[in-house]
């Protein structure tokens, strides 16, 4: 959509590019399917990040040349993936030590909802009768260092996703650290959600009219 | 002498009974022992509970398993993939049960079962649906849920390389579940692409040390999942 | 000692054979510091025994010719071993999954006291001011399928040690199923010390004498 | 760019704080980081709970450790070796604290603390002494006591090989805590016998993934513990 004075919201890759820029060099990184696998493409020069698949490889490379994909090296989403010099493979319970024991730094996840006071609802609609399924989410946002939201700021209806509380299931409470929209950055702080930045263009008062949640300027 | 290869799927999964707790290595189909699974729907058995992270897809495998209505109860972290339509008929109709446990505990909860700890406490699910029914205990402030050990009577694990002794090594991402549940179950039944003589595999790099092991068979070709799924076949084959 | 009849006790290689001889082909069996030890020396023609170390070896073999000790190639008695075709190494919380989880079928320990519920105390004589030390012991009393133990029918001193209540400190309580002594082999059984088999030409009354707890024959 | 070794050892101890909290690798000699310990004699911490297996021998590595009055308390096992005449002194004195653990607890105490698990219910140490001041409950009619999970400030660690990610692999019996006490601490701290090129460790046998190591240094030819404890050798060297 257009913004004020004719800019635009910022593209899926500006908005991986935002979260890949404060990863910092050295970092373990786990990656959620969807949107946030695209962060991979925009690590800056000279910075080396390491890639963690809940599905048992530290490690994870780019995709596979076509006719070179291996069944048997995937990626959480089911993907094929390469792995990268220096990877390793383990079982999946030294994969959730990982996770859980607090050695992955950073973890990047879509959304459903997300309320100012970090909770997050990412994995079911809870709609009756729907197949529900969890995978890793509640244990990465059980135990990962710091949890990162990428996520359109609102729902394809333009419904807010940046919520006072989550109406749908949540999947941890308290546990979003900073969210990436296609509007803003906004941080997850004690005194409630912080803009961090905004999209060339935009408001604070139409960003605030896009979100259910109270926002706040530094 | 100790040789656990044994000359046929049929042999390596005869005494499955009814209402067994079956475990099944594999995130989908990286890992899953599809010949064995064939083998366990043309033995018969029914009422299982299973044990594995997903339910499946198309008509093969674990899919073909659920469809054959052997399974009473699913216990996996993620019973929904791009191909999968058998499970969730089934559970909508509510014609079969459904555990839903985050992955992270799943793995942990086999571990335990592996190991001889009936009972742990995770961080994982606290203050989400999933909490329901779990006691809550707080440990240096922060809230936990308490988990059990499982057990099974079978598991079912696909490898890359085995010994005659049950050592085995795994190929990439296809081990995922294989090594832990290796150890959760009364009887392990391996399937492994090659045997190899004893001390052909490094001692350092074993994965699954024999112990944990009790019958394997050689598929040298194991079918693929995705292939099968692609050209829409059906276990047994028409 | 003499026996009656100018027979003797077992020796101490005829109680390791006693203990080998009940030991099946194919088991996996962890063997403790000591007289224990000397079981692996006896085991039958045509059996194949795998030897767990609670150190991180399965496939433990006999002891390395002179001058090719490695020093990082040692039992949990922290002697140098060596390393069977098919063995493999790994750490101890996977060492431990093998005892705690009942993956091994035998352990044979020494004992300071057993009691006639098999009750065994072999960790500390609980002296005041002694260091006391306890490894793995509490570990395999409470994982392994069979606890055997093997000692001298009583101390140096001729006291009992097969005792009807232990007064050292425990291991664990009714855990051991079997005991091989220099006079007997007994079960333990719901219906109390069942003598197995007596060393030749000893009289049952002769072993009640040397015996606390009360014996019975099956 | 990732690239954990540092210079020297001093370098790698140099941030070990009064009242720290230290894991040591090692079962007896085997797995036993000496170089690291020396140096860590030599940054001078001290009031230190050291969490390790057994409690050194002679007066080298950990034994010397102690000798300097640097170990508030002790975690482990089995406190007693052949040659271990320092810790048994300075605790029948009273001088030092010692919490004396089943070994299989301690392992899996280790691993939970690495592993983000606060407690767990293990049947070991039941009804005997060492399960007195420990919350006893039943599971399945069988009786367990809750262990919590040791978290670390460091851990120091001896392994075979690494690489600049932190991957690691051990030689023989020395593996034995070291890839668990790796998770285990807020700093793993490694020496090495050799640094390989990354790729040069084969990543299906890979022991210590690197994401669980801090710092590397490469000490080609470490001390020989039993040789140093025949010798009469004392650190520092005298």
Partial sequence: MALENNKQEWTKGEMAQNVALDIPDGSYVNLGIGMPEMVADYVPEGREVIYHTENGLLGMGPEPEQGKEDPELINAGKKYVTAITGACYFHHADSFTMIRGKHIDFCVLGAYQVSEQGDLANWTLGKPGAVPAVGGAMDLVAGVKNIFVITRHTTKQGKPKIVRDCQLPLTGKGVVKRIYTDLAILDVTQQGLMVKEMAPGISFEALQNKTDAQLKMP | ?238
């Fill in chain 2, 1 to 238: 002498m100790i040789n656990k290869l044994v000359p046929s799927l049929s042999e390596a999964v005869k005494d499955v009974k009814d209402g067994s707790v079956v475990m099944l290595s594999g995130f989908g189909q990286a890992g899953s022992p599809i010949e064995l699974i064939h083998a366990l729907i043309d033995q018969g058995a029914s009422d299982l509970t299973v044990v594995s992270n997903n339910t499946g897809s198309g008509h093969v495998g674990l899919a073909s398993l659920i469809e054959h209505r052997r399974v009473k109860k699913m216990i996996c972290s993620f019973p929904r993939t791009t191909h999968s339509t058998v499970f969730p008929e089934l559970y909508s109709n509510g014609e079969i049960e459904l555990e839903l446990v985050p992955q992270g505990t799943l793995a942990e909860r086999i571990r335990a079962g592996g190991a001889g700890i009936p009972a742990f406490y995770t961080p994982a699910s606290v203050d989400t649906p999933l909490e329901e029914g779990k006691e809550r205990r707080t440990f240096n402030g922060r809230s936990y849920v308490l988990e059990y050990g499982i057990e099974a009577d079978f598991s079912f694990v696909k490898c890359e390389g085995a010994d005659r002794y049950g050592n085995l090594v795994y190929n990439k991402t296809a081990r995922n579940f294989g090594p832990i549940m290796c150890t959760a179950a009364e009887n392990t039944v391996v399937q492994t692409k090659k045997m190899v003589d004893l001390g052909d595999l490094d001692p350092e790099a074993v994965v699954t040390p024999g112990i944990f092991v009790n019958r394997i068979v050689e598929i040298n070709q194991p079918l693929d999942e995705s292939q099968l799924i692609a050209e829409n076949w059906r276990y047994p084959w028409h």
